[in-house]
């Protein structure tokens, strides 16, 4: 059997295509010159036939992966993170925002970023039979009970279905996902070294193969070795691919007759993935200080406490129901001591952040929620304290602002926080002095308040009633040990305890969801 590629050129003779390829990405991983070449003579002579053409030098791998279509550009940006050298700064050599050089010594760039298109790598997943015949898996194995299975069934897919049904006609249409986050390349957890790669999630193809690595699609690595000022410069390139995706792409779809191989595909952004700095650092929406939550917006009730040294949140009773006990005034010394008549937040869309960052805020100052029939008492509120940071480079896609939901939250740092915060409430860890005196400070639960013993004159306080004795936690440490789980369902909780039993240690992002339902139940 004759292998050849696109061009025409036998890589090697009566060997099958994978394991000849395999072989080429195996040369390309070894950056030591004396590893590559003891490594290709062992591939030459023991495990291929005589007279193979395997390369000789990486040069050569790298220059087959090219003809194949998979190459990456490299993009000289500037190392403050100003602009990328490409368009019409392609042939600068200084930064014209912060006059900065482009290059080191020997015309070495100072940063660089890799781009790998988007276009081509499409075009080579539909001309794999196997993965061309699963691009509509996911209209065909759509959930016909409107119970939640896949993603396809998820109302931000429904809603994009019905703004572009043009869009939804062809099945094989494909719906992505982007998820970024900053990593320690080569696991140097110890440093302080930021990369960022940008990946592409493919949701046509089942669940089970779309988010194995083999599926996954690298788009962008963003350079360390700090974290990026402006991610927006760097996704440029992106947004272009996306953009001329959105258009229509040309591909050779290999699971139709040869006749109607040529089809013209689209792609959509359905949403970004990342944990919750990253939410503000993609979205250029605030996520700390007084407007922490791009949802409730300007709605969000927050304050300095001194106490505690950090900004507080309130008025969370304004989600419950109008008539809820808990707002009325027999409940109201849990809280702040107030009836809680406030309305629940309008949740902001992202048309509602499209039109904040195009017009400008508005805020009725006198009331908790605008009203729309009383447009007199509108003022625009300036941005001081405001939600509002920069308008993000996703806008610029065509079809951003319509949709239902622009962002999502990474749980594995969610499920830790909430699981390490919910153990350390228990047993009394979060019972601080300056969290009592805070209670003060808010009028909050008086039964709890720091009281002065008359005789000592020293400060004594209540006994919080969610915080557990020491034979409470030991029986939810006995509770805790003594639950079995199915093979490669999650590890073993019964050595999660060290040194005492209240400290935690060894547990995963599924460990902690696993903890979480014991400590609820």
């Known amino acids: 059997m004759e292998q050849c590629f696109s061009d025409g050129v036998i890589i090697v003779r009566h060997c099958y295509t994978s394991i000849t390829t395999y072989f080429i990405v195996v040369l390309l991983i070894f950056p030591n010159y004396d590893v590559f070449v003891h490594y290709n003579s062992l591939l030459s002579t023991k495990f291929l036939p005589q007279g193979n053409n395997l390369p000789n030098t990486q040069q050569e791998a790298k220059k087959i992966i090219t003809k194949l279509g998979l190459d990456y550009n490299s993009i000289h940006a500037c190392e403050n993170d100003c602009i990328l050298f490409r ?50 898996w996911h209209a065909v194995n759509a959930s016909k009970d409107n119970f939640m299975r896949i993603p396809t069934d998820c109302p931000a897919f429904k809603h994009i279905d019905h703004m572009w049904p043009e869009f939804k006609k062809d099945p094989r249409n494909l719906k992505l996902g982007v998820g970024l986050d ?16 940008v990946i592409i999630i493919n949701y046509n193809l089942p669940p089970y193969l779309g988010i194995k690595k083999e599926h996954l699609i690298l788009s962008l690595l963003i350079p360390g070795k700090r974290q990026v000022k402006d991610i927006n410069v760097y996704l440029a390139p992106l947004i272009d691919d996306l953009k001329s995706l959105w258009e229509g792409l040309d591909v050779i779809d290999s699971s139709k ?18 944990d919750y700095p990253g939410y503000g650092f993609c979205s250029g929406l605030g996520t700390k200080a007084y407007k922490a939550c791009p949802i409730c917006g300007d709605w969000l009730r927050s304050t300095y406490s001194k106490t505690l040294n950090k900004n507080v949140y309130l008025r969370h009773r304004r989600f419950l129901p109008e008539d809820h006990p808990l707002r009325m005034r027999s409940q109201a010394r849990h809280f702040d001591g107030r009836i809680e008549r406030g309305k ?20 009725d100052e006198d009331a908790d929620i605008l009203s729309d029939e009383d447009d007199d008492q509108r003022v625009r509120a300036s941005n001081k304290r405001g939600m509002e940071l920069k308008m993000s480079i996703w806008f610029s896609l065509e079809y951003w602002k319509d949709l239902k939901i622009c962002h999502l939250l990474d749980p594995m740092h969610i499920f830790k926080n909430v699981g390490h915060s919910l153990w ?11 969290s009592r005196q805070a209670l003060v400070e808010y009028n909050s639960k008086p039964y709890l308040w720091p009281r002065e013993n008359v005789d000592t004159g020293i400060l004594e306080f209540p006994r919080a009633p969610w915080v557990l004795t020491p034979q409470e936690i030991s029986l939810l440490n006995d509770r805790i040990r003594s639950i079995r789980t199915p093979t490669g369902h999650g590890a073993s909780l019964r050595n999660i305890f060290t040194m005492d039993d209240t400290a935690l240690s060894g547990l ?14």
């Open 508 to 521: 995963k992002t599924h460990d902690w969801h696993n903890f979480i339902k014991v400590c609820s139940s």
């Open 257 to 274: 007759p040869k006749g109607l191989q040529v089809v013209t595909i689209r792609g959509i952004v359905t949403w970004t993935i990342h």
């Open 182 to 197: 900053g990593v320690n390349p080569f696991s140097m957890q110890s440093s302080k070294w930021s990369t960022w790669p």
């Open 424 to 434: 350390k409430h228990l047993i009394g860890l979060k019972d601080t002095p300056a």
């Open 344 to 363: 629940c937040p309008i949740r902001q869309t992202p048309k509602d952040w499209y039109n904040k960052w195009t017009y400008g805020p508005l805020i």
């Open 87 to 136: 368009g019409e700064y392609e042939k600068c050599v200084v930064c014209p925002t912060c006059g900065s050089s482009r290059y080191k010594n020997d015309k070495i760039p100072k940063k660089v970023l890799r781009h790998f298109p988007l276009g081509a790598r499409i075009q080579h997943m539909f001309r794999t039979p196997e993965l061309a015949k699963l691009m509509d």
